[in-house]
C-alpha cells in the first residue's frame, strides 16, 4: 500500500451533524455509497467498532469485515473516522485496506474528505483497471451523499443507472469531486494526511 492510493474530496453545504449522521449511519450508508450493499455492525465492548460488510453484484456477494473509530471532538472543529478492512474472499478485487475520512467545517459547509488504499486482490494488471473504477465509484457516491445533505433528495432517486440520464444536469457526477489533494498528485500515497487513530486500529475480526 502507499503508492497508489485513491483521495476523493467534496463540499458539502449542510450542517456537520448532518453530514456525520449520514455518513457514519451503518443502515444510511450503503444507501450512498455504491461500494457497499449491507453494512452491520458487531456488538461490543466500548472502542473501535468492528463490523461486517457486504457487496452484491449479479452472481456473486462480497463478504468482509472491518473496524472503525471516530473522532468527534477534534481541537480545530474537525472530525475523523479511520478504518481497517479486510476480506478472504478471493473473488474480491480488494484483499485488505485502510483508510480514512475527514470532515472540515468551513464558512458554508464541510469539506469532506477521503483517503485510502488496499492491496489488490486480482493482482497488479487488473487492479490498473480495478483502481480507477473504485476512484471514481467513491466520487460518485460522494457526490450523491452532497445532494441527499443538501437538498435532502434520497439517494434511492439517483440510482447508477443515473450516470446515463445525460438530461439532468442535478444528477449525482464524479467530476464534481476533487481527486487529489491541493498542490499534490492523483497517482500517491494518499495516507499522508491519515488522523493518528489509524495507526492504532485493531485487525477486523474474521468472520465466523
Same mark, same amino acid.
Do not use: E, G, N, Y
Given at each position: 500500500m502507499g503508492r497508489s492510493g485513491i483521495y476523493v474530496e467534496t463540499t458539502i =453545504? +449542510? $450542517?456537520m451533524e448532518t453530514v456525520w449522521s449520514l455518513s457514519q449511519d451503518a443502515a444510511a450508508h450503503p444507501? %450512498? #455509497? /455504491?461500494r457497499f450493499s449491507r453494512i452491520v455492525p458487531v456488538p461490543g465492548d466500548d472502542g473501535p467498532t468492528h463490523f461486517t460488510y457486504e457487496r452484491g453484484v449479479v /452472481?456473486?456477494?462480497v463478504r468482509g469485515t472491518g473496524v472503525s473509530i471516530g473522532e468527534t471532538e477534534r481541537p480545530d472543529g474537525s472530525r475523523t473516522s479511520a478504518l481497517r478492512f479486510s476480506t478472504e474472499d478471493r473473488l474480491s478485487p480488494i484483499r485488505e485496506g485502510r483508510g480514512y475520512w475527514r470532515y472540515v467545517p468551513t464558512a458554508d459547509g464541510v =469539506?469532506?474528505?477521503t483517503g485510502y488504499d488496499y492491496d489488490p486482490g486480482w493482482g497488479r /494488471? &487488473? #487492479? +490498473? &483497471? /480495478?483502481?480507477p473504477a473504485l476512484g471514481w465509484a467513491t466520487a460518485w457516491s460522494f457526490d450523491r451523499l452532497r445532494i441527499w445533505a443538501e437538498r435532502d433528495e434520497p439517494p434511492e432517486r439517483w440510482p447508477l443507472r443515473?450516470?446515463? %440520464?445525460?438530461w439532468r $444536469? #442535478? !444528477?449525482p457526477r464524479a467530476a464534481r469531486c476533487r481527486r487529489a489533494p491541493a498542490g499534490g498528485r492523483r497517482r500517491g500515497d494518499q495516507l499522508t494526511d491519515a488522523p493518528p487513530t489509524?495507526? #492504532?486500529? @485493531? +485487525? @477486523? !475480526?474474521r468472520r465466523r
Open positions: =453545504r +449542510a $450542517p444507501r %450512498w #455509497d /455504491v /452472481v456473486h456477494t =469539506r469532506f474528505v /494488471v &487488473l #487492479d +490498473a &483497471l /480495478v483502481r443515473s450516470i446515463l %440520464w445525460f $444536469p #442535478d !444528477r489509524l495507526d #492504532d486500529l @485493531p +485487525a @477486523p !475480526r
